[in-house]
């Protein structure tokens, strides 16, 4: 006749180390007070300085092939109405009737066509378009580009 044995750990019901002897082994992960970066939620204040060392929070890692740079971009008629104010603070030369313009020193990047331009202005910029390029050249100015350089 087959007799069922019971489970070992149903026999150990009343003993409260289960056969592992002191009570403060086998504890698992409570032993260590958790796995990775555990303890590091809304209330973890005490880990916190030690996980911004770490750039634990936000996005980062690898980027998509043939994403684009931020383009800042500037028109002529934005330009057109501040070069007065910027001759003023010594931020553009001037030679003769001629303004000499460095747009990346301002934080732009691109040179865009819309408006007029009614100065003779020698741009430098990162990229411009095909009717900036036209409309300052008509005026007698010139658009050096990084391409070209």
Known sequence: MVVNQ?????RQRAKTTHGW??????RGKGN???AGMAGTGKR???KKPSIWKRKYFG????KKKGQAADVNALTLYQLNEKIEQLVAQDKVTKKE???IIDLNSFGYNKLLGSGVMSKKVNVTVDSASESAKSKINKAGGEVITKKEE
């Open 21 to 26: 002897g002191s009570m403060k082994k086998h």
């Open 44 to 46: 973890g204040d005490a």
């Open 97 to 99: 009737d001629t303004f």
């Open 32 to 34: 260590k007070g958790g």
């Open 59 to 62: 996005k980062f890692g690898f």
């Open 6 to 10: 019971r489970k070992k750990n149903t």
